[in-house]
């Protein structure tokens, strides 16, 4: 083009004029080259900003944080330890909170269209619903999935969808099953939906549950083991939750105020407590109240020296020795059921293993019946150190423990009725079980007998174990591996805080929980790149 510019220059005009002109051609071609060069910023700046916003997402930060802290610092940094050039290339990386927040986006929808594929491919899933309401009071469907790919098992957020109306089984399924038509995917392939339990997923006549057992009768649904543990320990004898009762109004007393509050820290600080502050106990957080008690048992002394000036009242309760021992036992219990609770969390859990911890558990609290009954407390350190200290026995809370303690494993036995996991045995162990015993059907028994006498797959299953053996299996025993996505699996995230009300965090869950690799050099392949604004 420049050479045709230049010819047509020459034939047609006096040499002086061309002279000019081709000045103004020059300027002309500068120009055009420094606004395609502010236009446009390099393709590397445009991975890095990718790379950056999927670390703000991952971290659960707000979108602003790249603009605001992670440019500026990344842009002295250089500046110090390569130079100054470098710093002013690391400055055309976009990173405002618009460009953040598209880059999130993108990233998202790439990462569920990879998933949403591998669904469409795969033989079966299982699903786990939660219905819960948002800092905004908005009512949040968490919906995640566990499948089969690659030979292993593994498990992804699926989708968040704000319900605008009532939470009901019929809404929860119309969303699922939009959700299901959008992507393509079938409720056949659909083998087992965990839920919370509550009315709206496993009401009899409109549930959620009995709307998709109506499309596809195989479909499992089972309740989710940890709803049902907070549920089974929640029951309470009179005298100790009248313990509890006085414990949370001193923490909300001591709490109510600031000015108060810095009082007993500094009250904390003079009389060397391990802590200077309370916890407050809320109903819906699980592990709150075991901490709470654990916390308010290490400050008992601190509290009755803090309330002997503010709140005579319950001072009495902190300096009755009988019902601080009640308080040690309802410390220690807790902290039993809070690691209990804990144990059975956590990715690729399954309902197999919950089941042999909370039967654990249930055996446990017989054992420490029996013990009790013999004097004998060191299953409970809070108790057993107070006791010790202050020269008490156990007798005259016997009968209280006691009663908690068969009460609880009641509850545990109410609610669990279907933790006796005897019968999948053979998923443990499809080599030492028996085949008669498995409970499976006749062509499903001939695969696992001819399963069981492999010996190179026996080889191969003792350092395996079964959540790496049986997807390896999938295609010689269809009919077995059918029945290993009958589990429970538990995921959550909290990234809407009360500073980001008005988020959408459907993308920013997906990012920040999903393990698939979102693939950024095809994202920046199919985007311009733009500076940031």
């Not at 820290?265 to 109240?289: P, Q």
């Not at 249930?362 to 060191?378: A, E, N, P, S, Y």
């Not at 392949?525 to 940031?532: D, G, M």
């Amino acid at each position: 083009v420049r050479c045709f510019y230049t010819l047509v220059i020459h034939l047609s005009f006096p040499s002086d004029f061309r002279n000019k002109s081709w000045v103004g051609l020059e300027e002309y071609i500068k120009q055009k080259v420094r606004l395609t060069n502010i236009t446009t910023i390099p393709e590397k700046a445009q991975q890095a900003s990718y790379l950056a916003a999927l670390r703000i997402a991952k971290c659960k930060k707000p979108h602003t944080i790249g603009e605001e802290l992670i440019l500026p610092a990344a842009v002295d940094m250089c500046r110090v330890m390569v130079g100054e050039e470098a710093a002013n290339k690391i400055k055309s990386i976009p990173l405002s909170n618009d460009t953040v927040s598209r880059r999130i986006k993108d990233i998202s929808f790439d990462v569920k269209s990879q998933l949403t594929e591998r669904l469409r491919l795969c033989e079966q899933f299982a699903l786990q619903l939660d219905e819960c309401t948002d800092v905004s009071s908005a009512a949040q469907l968490l919906v995640y999935v566990r499948y089969l790919w690659d030979s292993k098992i593994m498990e992804d957020f699926l989708f968040s969808k704000e319900l605008e109306g009532r939470a009901t089984g019929e809404e929860i399924f119309k969303m699922l099953d939009t959700f299901m038509v959008e992507e393509h995917l079938s409720w056949e392939k659909c083998v087992s939906v965990c839920t919370d339990g509550a009315a709206a997923m496993t009401g009899h006549r409109s549930g959620f549950v009995m709307r998709i057992q109506a499309i596809n009768p195989k479909i499992a649904a089972t309740h989710c083991m940890l709803h049902r543990q907070a549920l089974a320990s929640k029951s309470m004898a009179p005298d100790l939750h009248d313990v509890l009762e006085v414990v949370v109004a001193a923490v909300n007393f001591v709490k109510s105020r600031p000015l108060k509050s810095r009082l007993f820290a500094k009250l904390c600080t003079e009389m060397g407590a391990a802590h200077d502050r309370l916890l407050f106990h809320s109903e819906v957080r699980w592990l709150s109240r075991g901490k709470v008690l654990e916390r308010v048992f290490e400050l008992r002394r601190e509290l009755h020296e803090f309330l002997k000036e503010h709140k005579l009242d319950l001072e009495q309760f902190f300096s009755d020795q009988q019902r601080m021992a009640k308080l040690a036992y309802l410390a220690d219990i807790f902290s039993s059921l809070n690691g209990l609770n804990l144990s059975i969390q956590g990715c690729y859990s399954t309902i197999l293993e919950a089941s042999d911890k909370i039967n654990a558990f249930r055996r446990k609290m017989d054992l420490w019946v029996h013990k009790l009954q013999r004097g004998i407390t060191d299953m409970f350190p809070n108790l057993s150190e107070f006791l010790d200290t202050n020269c008490m026995g156990v007798d005259f809370m016997l009968n209280t423990i006691t009663s908690h303690l068969t009460s609880l494993n009641e509850h545990f036995s109410h609610y669990f009725t279907d933790i006796d996991m005897e019968k999948y045995d053979w998923v443990r162990d499809p080599f030492s079980c028996q085949v008669m015993a498995s409970g499976l059907s006749g062509k499903a028994e001939d695969e696992l007998l001819e399963l069981s006498s492999d010996h190179t797959l026996r080889m191969r299953f003792n350092p395996q174990g079964p959540a790496e053996f049986w997807p390896m299996v999938e295609n010689e025993c269809k009919e077995v591996s059918l029945h290993l996505c009958e589990t429970s699996f538990l995921a959550t995230m909290a990234i809407k805080t009360k500073y980001r009300a008005q988020l959408n965090v459907e993308d920013d869950l997906r990012v920040c929980l999903s393990p698939i690799t979102p693939r950024i050099d095809k994202l920046c392949k199919e985007r311009q790149s733009l500076p940031s604004h």
